[in-house]
């Protein structure tokens, strides 16, 4: 019913910057909660940041100060701007959205595909 649709990431330098975005498309009503994930290698998927409807923020101890997450509510999408980036950010970044698809439904999750983020010199 939904779809998330990622873009951004690549290859970035150690203290440079870079930006995701995810647009979400289909039947939706509200989408009250938007974030990024990460995985990296032989780790577990972990929460990066989150962002709800009103914009109140939550970020990972180890991106607070460097990452800053947004959206645009009339747009359905979510961004993540990635400053003085670190070889540990490497991974593959996850958008997840918990979806309103009608108003008398329950929030259902969703993921996009994951986009790669490697950085390196």
């Known amino acids: 019913q939904v779809q998330l649709v990622e873009s951004g990431g690549g290859l970035g330098q150690p203290g440079g910057s870079l930006r995701l975005s995810c647009g979400a498309s289909?039947?939706?009503?509200?989408?009250?909660?938007m974030g990024w994930y990460r995985q990296a290698p032989g780790k577990r998927r972990e929460l990066v940041a989150t962002?709800?409807?009103?914009?109140?923020?939550s970020y990972a101890d180890s991106v607070e100060g460097r990452f800053t997450i947004s959206r645009d509510n009339a747009k359905n999408t979510v961004y993540l701007e990635m400053n003085s980036l670190k070889p540990e950010d490497t991974a593959v970044y996850f958008c997840?959205?918990?979806?309103?698809?009608?108003?008398?439904?329950?929030?259902?999750?969703?993921w996009g595909q994951g986009t790669q983020v490697t950085v390196s010199s």
């Open positions: 997840h959205a918990e979806v309103v698809s009608r108003w008398y439904e329950r929030r259902q999750d969703y």
């Open positions: 962002i709800t409807t009103g914009g109140s923020t």
């Open positions: 289909g039947i939706i009503f509200s989408i009250p909660n």
